[in-house]
């Protein structure tokens, strides 16, 4: 069935660097674009970041951008995240989602992960 | 940007009742909005696309409407299943959600 799985959360110091993967099965990959989703701890949705079916485009949300970068491996049919100069705000369950849908804006998010939880500390 | 506001951010209702959920854009954003659920420790799930289409597996009771900056969501009948957070996002100009209506049981 149509599965995305992430990993690479956990426990990060300010200022450190750490890289969220999300691995896709059930379709194909390579036809798709992407976004990452964040929800900080009993808080709302928060859209971070979008890569185009082709990797040619990204897009990120400002509090992230310079930041975050997106990037995919068609041939591993995995999404990745690299976040770099955490911050305590960047706390939060991250999750990959494929954009479905039939155009520029007739879009929406189906299936999502089941999350992974960074949490920055010192 | 534009900025999506839902309204109540919570509201309690017994199973059976007829609930709606409504938001608000801060401008025109045609058709494109989704309606996500979510439950607590889970992802969301897509409920309705495309303002009033519903995505497939959803129950008939789940139903969508409007157009241009307001939007809303209606549960025809709410069963215990249905308590949980919902979440509109537009599409229009990047991506945006609202803030949440969280739905108890009365």
């Known amino acids: 069935q149509v599965q995305l799985v992430e990993s690479g959360g956990g426990v990060v110091q300010p200022g450190r660097s750490l890289r969220l993967s999300c691995a896709a099965s059930g379709f194909t990959f390579s036809n798709y674009a992407f976004h990452w989703v964040r929800q900080a701890p009993g808080k709302g949705l928060e859209w971070v970041t979008f890569?185009?079916?082709?990797?040619?485009?990204?897009f990120y949300a400002d509090s992230v951008k310079g930041r975050f970068t997106i990037s995919r491996d068609d041939s591993k049919n995995t999404l990745y995240l690299q976040m770099s100069n955490l911050g305590i705000e960047d706390t939060a369950v991250y999750y990959c989602?494929?954009?479905?849908?039939?155009?520029?804006?007739?879009?929406?998010?189906?299936?999502w992960g089941q999350g992974t939880l960074v949490t920055v500390s010192s | 940007d534009i900025q999506m506001t839902q309204s109540p951010a919570s509201l309690s209702a017994f199973v059976g009742d007829r609930v709606t959920i409504t938001c608000r854009a801060s401008q025109s954003i045609r058709g494109y909005l989704n309606w996500y659920q979510q439950k607590p420790g889970k992802a969301p799930k897509l409920l309705i696309y495309?303002?009033?289409s519903l995505h497939s597996g959803v129950p008939s009771r789940f139903s969508g409407g409007g157009s241009g900056t307001d939007f809303t969501l209606t549960i025809s009948s709410l069963q215990l299943e249905d308590f949980a957070t919902y979440y509109c996002q537009q599409s229009y100009r990047m991506w945006t959600f609202g803030q949440g209506t969280k739905v108890e049981i009365k």
């Open positions: 989602a494929r954009e479905s849908g039939s155009g520029t804006f007739d879009n929406w998010f189906d299936p």
């Open positions: 495309a303002a009033s």
């Open positions: 890569i185009t079916y082709d990797g040619g485009n990204q």
